[in-house]
């Protein structure tokens, strides 16, 4: 096995986008998939799938898979032609998906393509012994139509994807107050490109706290049901003290309790010494369940100016 170490810089170029794929399936995640490239993304292709092919001809992707061209279109819409769609132009995908070891799947779940799309790509990525985490928009509650596909949706994801992290639109404004629903997809696309961005480059550039490609595969597998949350603290007071709100705002309407596994990711400008990283990880280890799993990163980021952001996934509920 190659060790990581050990790769020229220039040649990482080449060793990681062929383990590392981020793909989008359907409108809302090939939006999300425009936006990581349009802030730049390091060791990872990216991969936009759709049956809409004029949208998918507005997207910037390493590869672009148009989708059941050769179905008629149905009379009624539903996540069920998403799906058809998959299947019949899934083999081009799947010889993509060749020599590929962790898969992000980016979908905004209610419409047509994405629900019924991203089950089956996480099963053709999962094919090629990839480990594939999905991370799923769930529509407002308003939507009551949209979002009851949207959790039937989900639920095949989870029987083929090794993690679902699910964003529920609800709450978004936890983690932004004030922000006006118009401008919530934008809001979403930002955020989730950022943080798949964070999860990908810990492991294709250096940071202060790596964590490595095997990493995932071991700690994710078969995790089931992913809950974030996200936190951004100033570098100045008790900032130990306060990650005790770091589990405040889940994105999605779980809690900790009964999560086996931690995945914590933190973000901090370069005068955060390792000593005081690892201080950090205690306060934060004192606010997760006890005796959990606990893998993490911590990147420096030069832009990130007197905060420090905290990523957390939660998975491995007991049942
Ligand atoms: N983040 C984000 N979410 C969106 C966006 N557009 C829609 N959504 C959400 O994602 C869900 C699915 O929408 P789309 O992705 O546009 O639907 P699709 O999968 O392309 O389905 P069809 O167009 O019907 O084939 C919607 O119900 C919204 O909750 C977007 O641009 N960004
Ligand atoms: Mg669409």
């Known amino acids: 096995m190659l060790e990581q170490e050990n790769i020229p810089e220039a040649e990482l170029y080449d060793y990681f986008p062929k383990m590392i794929k981020v793909v989008g399936c359907g409108g809302a995640g090939n939006n999300i998939i425009n936006y990581i490239n349009s802030i730049g993304l390091f060791g990872a292709d990216t991969y936009a799938v759709d049956t809409d092919k004029r949208h998918l001809d507005v997207i910037r992707a390493g590869k672009k898979f148009h989708i059941g061209s050769s179905l008629e279109a149905p009379e009624k819409r539903t996540p069920e032609f998403g799906k058809k769609a998959a299947e019949v132009s899934g083999y081009r995908l799947h010889e993509a998906f060749q020599g590929s070891k962790v898969v992000f799947l980016i979908a905004g ?59 529920d639109y609800e709450k978004l404004p936890g983690y932004d107050p004030g922000i006006p629903k118009e401008n919530a997809y934008f809001m979403m696309d930002e955020l989730l490109a950022e943080k798949i961005r964070l999860m990908v480059e810990i492991v294709t550039k250096r940071s202060l706290s790596h964590i490595a490609i095997w990493d995932y595969k071991r700690f ?100």
Request: proline residues 3%.
């Open 109 to 167: 779940m209610g419409g047509v393509t994405g629900t019924g799309s991203a089950p089956v790509v996480a099963r053709l990525a999962r094919e090629y012994g990839a480990h594939v985490i999905a991370l799923v928009t769930l529509p407002f509650k308003e939507e009551k139509e949209k979002r009851e596909l949207a959790e039937e949706g989900i639920n095949e994801v989870l029987k083929n994807a090794d993690t679902v992290v699910v964003m």
């Open 220 to 319: 994710f597998e078969r995790t089931g049901l992913g809950v974030m949350f996200l936190r951004e603290y100033p570098m100045d007071g008790d900032l130990i003290g306060s990650l005790e709100t770091a589990l405040e705002f889940p994105m999605s309407e779980h809690d900790a309790s009964g999560a086996t596994k931690a995945y914590v990711v933190m973000t901090s400008t370069r005068n955060i010494s390792f000593d005081e990283s690892v201080k950090l990880m205690d306060g934060i280890k004192k606010v997760l369940p006890s005796g959990i799993d606990i893998i993490w990163g911590a990147e420096i980021k030069k832009d990130f100016e007197k905060k420090l952001g905290l990523l957390i996934i939660l998975t491995g509920f007991k049942k």
